[in-house]
């Protein structure tokens, strides 16, 4: 099963370090931007390491418990992410825009938005690059269906979103994909339904696979673009 259509740029935000936006289709699209090291407020300094601080935005109104649980969840996967005994007593600020409606592909879109945007900064040493894809469920007869990437979640019967940490050795190595691990997953069963751990590890499986995908789309991005501020919108 392949992916969405990806699109991603670098949108050189003015007043941060690093910015990024990231699409799965025409309907699913995120922006984030990171700021830092900067200093950071007395009661935010830790004396070993830099402090993250994740807000995310909805595509309307103002924030409220979904993006304070993102938020948290990002600040975890970013944390898991960045080297940040480099940079003690500072802050590394990361903004997150949804510019479409809520759904587990969004929440990937996302994820995958701030991993371009620490990239694009280049200012906190990474440990990898996370790729993050959602994952549903579609009814198939009497049978549930593992979808990767769906477009459609009004009907699903479950599904969530998987984020893999992908190893920054080999990012623009001309070799096989570097070894990857799931760090993070909010994947759930639909209302009054269950599923078991066999079927967890087939959702997470081609999860992986779809990740692993999106960890292409990245490196060739990186490698199209000589100037990853410069605006340009790269199709893949």
């Not at 700021?35 to 935005?57: D, K, N, Q, W």
């Not at 993006?67 to 003690?88: D, H, M, S, W």
């Not at 701030?114 to 990898?128: E, F």
Request: hydrophobic content about 40%; some cysteine; aromatic content about 6%.
């Amino acid at each position: 099963m392949s992916l969405r259509p990806i699109k991603i740029s670098f949108d050189a935000l003015s007043g941060v370090d690093g910015s990024a936006r990231f699409s799965f289709g025409e309907t699913c699209t995120a922006l984030a931007s990171v700021s830092g090291p900067i200093a950071a407020r007395l009661t935010a300094e830790h004396p070993a390491r830099a402090t993250v601080e994740v807000h995310v935005r909805p595509l309307s109104s103002v924030p409220g418990t979904i993006e304070k649980y993102l938020g948290t969840a990002f600040k975890g996967i970013i944390e898991r992410t960045c080297v940040l005994g480099q940079n003690p007593r500072t802050l590394i600020q990361v903004v997150v825009q949804a510019l479409s409606r809520p759904t587990n592909a969004l929440i990937a879109a996302e994820i995958n938005a701030c991993s371009l945007a620490l990239v694009n900064a280049g200012s906190v040493p990474m440990r990898g690059v996370v790729c993050a894809v959602s994952v549903g469920l579609k009814r198939s007869g009497s049978r549930m269906d593992l979808v990767l990437d769906p477009e459609d979640e009004s009907e699903s019967g479950g599904g969530g979103t998987f984020a893999f940490l992908f190893g920054v050795d080999q990012l623009c190595a001309e070799s096989d994909l570097p070894p990857s691990k799931m760090i993070w997953t909010n994947y759930r069963a639909g209302v009054g339904a269950t599923f078991s751990a066999t079927h967890l590890a087939q959702a997470e499986e081609l999860a992986s696979k779809g990740a692993a995908q999106v960890w292409i789309k990245i490196k060739q991005s990186l490698q199209e673009s000589s100037f990853a501020g410069d605006g340009e919108e790269m199709e893949m």
